[in-house]
Structures are given as structure tokens and as C-alpha cells.
């Protein structure tokens, strides 16, 4: 497992660089060029730059997260073709500059959704929540007004200009089916992935989050099920998953031990967090520790050893704390205590497997 941290870039994220740096275990930055829009080719000099930063803070550029898919490809618009030809010679620039895992996501007009950055909690943490009722009883298209009204209104990692064309992309996807989304996910594929493997890079598709269909769009990256057909719609090691225990994790029929078990060699990057889920079907993000939410952290984390995962794993939307401002789910104190987690859990796995007489280095006997 090589531990990484999500950093949203100079301006745009309070966390020091070196900061990073100083967290035990961890050397890559998981990085993005957050002010580029989706479906355009990505300029070599402002990549450069982040290759720069991050050499001297002493971490590498090893991940991507994301290089977002312009809306014209998820919906099949013959536009595609030019936003496609723009993401194979951004991945050729990634490649020339060693990245290796590409995330991105396949979900229709919406990333991820909450109702609330800074649900207050008994212990003066804050944590970002989604009320399911909120969800059920919101009109995407008054969403959309009320932001187009507030220029100021933003979201954590959310280009600018995909909020402010809400109302335009939710009537696009109007007669979109699961089905056609499929269809559009495997074109991107077999467009995208042959270019990712001759660069060296590994597509790594994140989950959909919620797992589960919002205002009526479909979404097709919620279960192990359809991972599985996933999987299987471009059969390479460059076709992988970014299995993000925490969106999987909000529904209670996914069972994230199993997809690793599964999916063991298709999964170049793990998104490790915990949730804690209602019997209502709301949810509320809570400490990594696996006791404190719903996601079985301690047994996901023996999978990942017990499979001998070498991919790149980060931390997740942690909560607020100890008076801590920054990016909501993305502060520097919450997922600094996560990865001291993640690390004490595999350590664990890893000397209980030394008193059995497996090597000291790391690996699994069936690795070593
Ligand atoms: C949320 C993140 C997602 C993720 C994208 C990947 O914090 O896990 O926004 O970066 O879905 O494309």
C-alpha cells in the first residue's frame, strides 16, 4: 500500500505542502488541475508546475484525481469525439511525466452529494451529512437557479462552470437510460484505455456517490455487480477501480471485502473512509476509526493486505476538527489521524503475519 494525500493546489487548498510531508507513511500527491475545464487538453506547463511543487515538498505525481470527463461523452453527443482526442493527449503529457493512475468518473452532471458541509456534531466536530429526505424533496432545476443567482457559490472540487449549467445538463440527460450510459462508458473505454496502457497509466474509475440514482439520472458505478460488468466491458490490467470504501459504504448491501477479494489486481488506487448510515437512508461522514461509523475499515484493510494490494491508497472526507477551517471533508487534522489508522491496521496485519514466519519486508507469503 502507498499512501497518498489529496491536495486541490496552491490558492485553492490552506494545507501546507510540506505538511504533508510530515505525515508518517505517506509520499505521493494526489493532484488534478482543478481550473481547467472538463474536456479540455491539459497544458503541459501548468502540469510542469505541479511536477515542481510537489518534487520539492519530496512527493511524487504518481496519481490524478480527477481528469474529468466533459458531459458530451457520458451523454454520447457526436461532439465527443473532439473532448475524446483532448483526453488521450492529456494522458499522453501524464504519462511523459510518470503519472500512473488516472481517477476519474463516469457520473452524470453531479460528482458527489451532500445536503451539509458542516453538520455540527456532540463533539464540536463538523462532518458533511446527506439527508435522504432533502435529496427526495429537492428540485434540481430551483438548485440550479438558486446558484446561477450566487456567483460566489461553490462546491469542493466542482468546476465552476459544471454548476452553473446544471439546468441545461439535467434536461440533456432527459432520455438517457443506465443502459445508453453503459454504451457511452464503453466507447470511452475502448477510445481511452488502449492510449492509457501504451503511457503507462491506469484508468481507475471511482464509484458513484451516493451509490444510487439522484433526480432521476441514472447511475451506473454502484455495486459489485456492475464493477463486475465493468470489469469486464474492457478486459486490462489499465481498466481498473478506484474503490472508494466510503461511497460504496453508504448503501449497506455493498460488500467492500468481497470487491476487494473479487476485484484483487483491478484496483490501482483505494479511497479508504468510513460513514455512518441511518436506518432512514441518511448518512453522516465520521472518523476513519472502523468502531465509530458503518464501513468495516478493519476488515477492508486486512483485504487489501491479504490480497496483497501495491496500489495507491489515500484517506477520505474526513471531519472538522479541533477548530481546523479549510476545504469541507478535505482538512489536514481528520485525514491525518485516518492514514495513522490505515497504517496501524495494516502494521498489525502485517507483524501478526511476521510471528507466523512471513517475511519482514512487507509482503505476504504469497507475494514474497
Ligand atoms: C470526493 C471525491 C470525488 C472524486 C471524483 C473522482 O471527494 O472522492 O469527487 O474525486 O468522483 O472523479
Known amino acids: 500500500m502507498r499512501m497518498t494525500f489529496r491536495w486541490f493546489g496552491e490558492g485553492n487548498d490552506?494545507?501546507?505542502l510540506r505538511y504533508i510531508q510530515q505525515i508518517p507513511g505517506t509520499d505521493g500527491l494526489v493532484w488534478s488541475l482543478h481550473?481547467?475545464?472538463?474536456?479540455?487538453?491539459?497544458?503541459?506547463?501548468?502540469?510542469?508546475?505541479?511536477?515542481?511543487?510537489?518534487?520539492?515538498a519530496g512527493l511524487h505525481i504518481d496519481v490524478v484525481e480527477s481528469v474529468n470527463i466533459h458531459e458530451d461523452i457520458k451523454l454520447g453527443l457526436p461532439t465527443r469525439d473532439v473532448y475524446i482526442e483532448n483526453y488521450k493527449r492529456t494522458i499522453r503529457k501524464l504519462g511523459s511525466v510518470g503519472v500512473k493512475v488516472?481517477?476519474?468518473?463516469?457520473?452524470?452532471?453531479?460528482?458527489w452529494l451532500r445536503t451539509e458541509l458542516h453538520r455540527p456534531m456532540p463533539d464540536g466536530s463538523t462532518a458533511?451529512?446527506?439527508?435522504?429526505?432533502?435529496?427526495?424533496?429537492?428540485?434540481?432545476?430551483?438548485?440550479?437557479?438558486?446558484?446561477?443567482?450566487?456567483?460566489?457559490?461553490s462546491m469542493p472540487g466542482w468546476e465552476p462552470e459544471r454548476l452553473r449549467q446544471m439546468e441545461l445538463l439535467i434536461e440533456a440527460y432527459r432520455n438517457v437510460t443506465e443502459e445508453d450510459l453503459w454504451a457511452n462508458l464503453a466507447h470511452f473505454l475502448e477510445e481511452i484505455v488502449p492510449v492509457a496502457a501504451e503511457n503507462g497509466i491506469r484508468m481507475a474509475i471511482h464509484p458513484d456517490d451516493p451509490p444510487w440514482g439522484v433526480f432521476g439520472l441514472p447511475r451506473i458505478m454502484t455495486?459489485?455487480?456492475?464493477?463486475?460488468?465493468?470489469?469486464?466491458?474492457?478486459?486490462h490490467p489499465s481498466n481498473g477501480i478506484t474503490l472508494c470504501s466510503g461511497s460504496l459504504g453508504a448503501n449497506p448491501d455493498n460488500d467492500i471485502v468481497a470487491m476487494i477479494h473479487e476485484f484483487a489486481g483491478r484496483i490501482p488506487f483505494a479511497h479508504i473512509r468510513n460513514v455512518k448510515r441511518y436506518d432512514n437512508g441518511d448518512f453522516i461522514e465520521c472518523s476513519h476509526r472502523t468502531e465509530d461509523g458503518s464501513v468495516d475499515i478493519a476488515g477492508i484493510v486486512k483485504a487489501y493486505?491479504?490480497?496483497?494490494?501495491?496500489?495507491?491508497a489515500r484517506p477520505d472526507h474526513g471531519?472538522?476538527?479541533?477548530?481546523?477551517?479549510?476545504?469541507?471533508?478535505?482538512?489536514?487534522?481528520d485525514r491525518a489521524l485516518g492514514i495513522m489508522h490505515l497504517w496501524g491496521l495494516?502494521?498489525?496485519?502485517?507483524?501478526?503475519?511476521?510471528?507466523q514466519g512471513v517475511k519482514a519486508d512487507g509482503q505476504t507469503a504469497a507475494h514474497s
Not at 481550473?35 to 520539492?56: C, N, Q, S, T
Not at 451529512?129 to 457559490?153: D, H
Open 223 to 235: 455495486s459489485q455487480a456492475n464493477f463486475r460488468r465493468l470489469l469486464k466491458l474492457y478486459d
Open 319 to 333: 471531519r472538522q476538527i479541533w477548530d481546523e477551517q479549510g476545504r469541507p471533508g478535505y482538512g489536514l487534522y
Open 346 to 355: 495494516w502494521d498489525a496485519y502485517r507483524y501478526s503475519n511476521n510471528a
Open 35 to 56: 481550473d481547467v475545464p472538463a474536456g479540455e487538453e491539459w497544458p503541459m506547463d501548468k502540469i510542469r508546475h505541479y511536477e515542481r511543487l510537489a518534487e520539492e
Open 305 to 312: 493486505h491479504d490480497t496483497g494490494f501495491d496500489g495507491y
Open 102 to 111: 488516472i481517477c476519474y468518473n463516469f457520473m452524470p452532471v453531479f460528482d
Open 14 to 16: 490552506p494545507v501546507p
Open 128 to 153: 458533511m451529512f446527506y439527508e435522504k429526505s432533502v435529496i427526495e424533496g429537492l428540485n434540481p432545476r430551483a438548485l440550479a437557479a438558486t446558484i446561477n443567482a450566487n456567483p460566489a457559490f
